[in-house]
């Protein structure tokens, strides 16, 4: 008999049956469920609601169900349809019908939310400590490359020189944004929702504060329709899991270019690459490839949320069992994209030599000479030209800026004069721009050491 079965003359049809149950993907929260149950019952009993001894029967079954669902010997039934209530299935049967008063005072509607914030809330802590431990990564290979100087890109053409650990920051300022929005994300997600009941609260006189503390809740929710009908957490994890999962698609990109013959600015370890079944020679990206790929993934979760909720009326719609298996997904791919990220990179290779010649390149200093020209008095509309014309010379002589003798470089400008090398010199341009937030040794350096700070703020929730 279904424990809501009362009005109801027919069982179920199977199809019915297999199609409303969605206990093979809520089962995980199993231990939310029975935290969010026993705050429920010690508030009961504390209310006059049910006797003491009662609770601690209940609270007794619960914590054997938990024991027994971890070690295994107990099973959930599609006939109970959602972990909620084959958790209660599972009490009324250790305890009688004792187990039946645990209901009291509570829906599904707002039990579910209360579950989904607490799954959500151990989830968050252990994806802020996956990034925070990807930035630490990246802090210590930025550490050990100051001086690696390579190419900078505008429109995937070579643009001006930098230091690898300038570019590798770069990302370290993105995944700080990240730990940001988790964080923003967070502060609405700890509002606690249980006593909204169906929609319409309930005629018990319940505590909601007592429950809040129990759970460590910042708060109680407001409005018992917005605490059942609420997923705007749901939907924000799943934004920042977006927006994480661009910054992870974007540097994987350009690993995965940088490992190529063409770049060959990297080499990939061979424990976080594979071979081809067809090509002996072949040594692939595929951890790289996978993250840039799952995504698209965690997009199609964020829109999922997005077209589920958009056209719902108040307060809680079936259609919002759909929201977990969408946050699940983000939650998994997430995690495991980290995991693995955080090693592959950690364990690559860079090609210092061929990053620096290849800084050389392309003209990287024109910019440097046309400041070397604004420094001499020239207006940097007129240096602009002058480099232009300098450029176009060296390109039909097939050499670089650096490579024309004083004479030549004269015939563009007068007033350059044979402290022209220093300043063509990729090293000194580099070195050059040491301004906060600039590719400077000395100026990564400083942005290094804040940011070791940062961290250690970060691991120790001082922000």
């Known amino acids: ?32 469920d029975i935290q969010g149950s026993i705050a429920h019952a010690s508030m009961l009993a504390r209310q006059g609601i049910i006797a003491p001894a009662e609770r601690d029967m209940i609270i007794s079954g619960l914590e054997e ?11 959930f039934t599609v006939a109970a349809e959602d972990v909620h209530m084959n958790i209660e299935t599972l009490l009324t049967a250790k305890i009688g019908d004792l187990g039946k008063k645990l209901h009291t005072a509570r829906s599904r509607n707002d ?13 968050i802590f ?19 490359h100051l001086e690696t100087i390579m190419p900078g890109y505008t429109h995937m053409q070579k643009a001006q020189p930098i230091t690898l650990a300038h570019h590798l920051m770069a990302y370290f300022e993105m995944f700080r944004r990240d730990v940001g929005r988790l964080d923003d994300c967070q502060k609405r997600l700890l509002s606690m929702p249980l006593g909204s009941g169906a929609l319409a609260a309930t005629g018990f006189p319940l505590d909601r504060e007592f429950v809040r503390e129990q759970l460590d809740f910042k708060e109680i929710t407001r409005n018992s329709l917005d605490g059942v009908s609420d997923r705007d957490f749901a939907i924000e994890f799943c934004s920042f899991a977006s927006l994480m999962m661009m910054h992870l698609s974007r540097f994987s990109e350009e690993l995965i270019m940088w490992s190529t013959e063409e770049f060959s600015f990297l080499d990939f370890d061979d424990a976080f690459s594979t071979g081809s079944s067809i090509m002996p020679q072949k040594k692939n990206p595929d951890i790289a490839e996978l993250v840039r790929g799952k995504t698209g993934r965690v997009y199609g979760d964020l829109i999922t949320l997005l077209t589920l909720m958009k056209s719902l009326p108040l307060a809680y719609n079936k259609d919002m069992q759909e929201d977990k298996e969408a946050l699940f997904d983000a939650v998994d791919t997430v995690k495991k994209c980290l995991l693995v990220f955080t090693p592959m990179l950690a364990s690559s290779k860079f090609n210092k030599n061929q990053m620096s010649q290849s800084a050389k390149g392309s003209f990287t200093n024109a910019t440097d000479l046309a400041d070397y020209l604004v420094v001499k008095g020239l ?6 030209e002058v480099v232009g014309k300098a450029v176009l010379y060296c390109i039909g002589k097939k050499c670089a800026l650096e ?24 090293g000194e341009c580099v070195a050059r721009r040491n301004i906060p937030g600039g590719p400077a040794p000395a ?21």
């Open 65 to 75: 169900i938990k024991v027994e669902i971890e070690a295994g010997t107990l099973e």
């Open 126 to 144: 252990e994806v802020r400590e996956l990034i925070l431990a990807l930035e630490a990564a990246l802090l210590k290979m930025a550490g050990e």
């Open 403 to 426: 490579e024309l003798d004083l004479k030549e470089l004269q015939q563009f400008s007068d007033l350059i004069q044979s402290d022209i090398y220093k300043c063509l010199d990729i």
């Open 111 to 123: 039990q579910v939310a209360l579950d989904v914030r607490l799954y959500l809330r151990d989830e």
């Open 443 to 463: 100026a990564v350096k400083k942005a290094l050491e804040e940011a070791s700070q940062w961290i250690a703020r970060m691991k120790n929730g001082d922000e």
């Open 379 to 384: 207006p940097f509309r007129d240096a602009h």
């Open 1 to 32: 008999m279904k424990l809501w079965g009362g009005r109801f003359t027919k069982q179920t049809d199977q199809l019915t049956e297999d199609f409303n149950a969605s206990i093979a993907v809520d089962s995980r929260m199993f231990r939310h």
